[in-house]
């Protein structure tokens, strides 16, 4: 019988007053995906298991954006960044409120 792939899901706050919200877009400000990127890697880095299977070299394999995040009236958004074990690293999802933001794969770079 085989086990079900680990997963992990981790809180993160952005702050609405991060400087790349300035020129991303100006009048109607969104979240950089280089940002949402950021911090999918930063979690899935200090998850050791995750990190391990992911080795020195990690890269985004595979992402999709599906829906924007945008900052509120509050001082912080609030995401959560969901990992799941995959055959050859780690799968991803960043959830902002009820739907799911971005979506993609996390992959160790073979030397």
Known sequence: MTSAPRSLQVER???CRH???AGHFPGKPV???VVLLAEVM?????DPPSAVRLGDTPR??????????LPTDQPD?????V???AANGVDFEVHSGERVAVRGQLRC???
């Open 13 to 15: 706050r952005l702050s």
């Open 19 to 21: 400087p790349s919200l």
């Open 31 to 33: 979240f950089p995906g």
């Open 42 to 46: 930063e979690v899935a880095l200090d």
């Open 60 to 69: 985004v394999e595979a992402v999709k954006f599906m829906s924007p995040v």
């Open 77 to 81: 958004v609030v995401i959560v960044v």
């Open 83 to 85: 990992l799941k074990e």
């Open 109 to 111: 770079m073979k030397p």
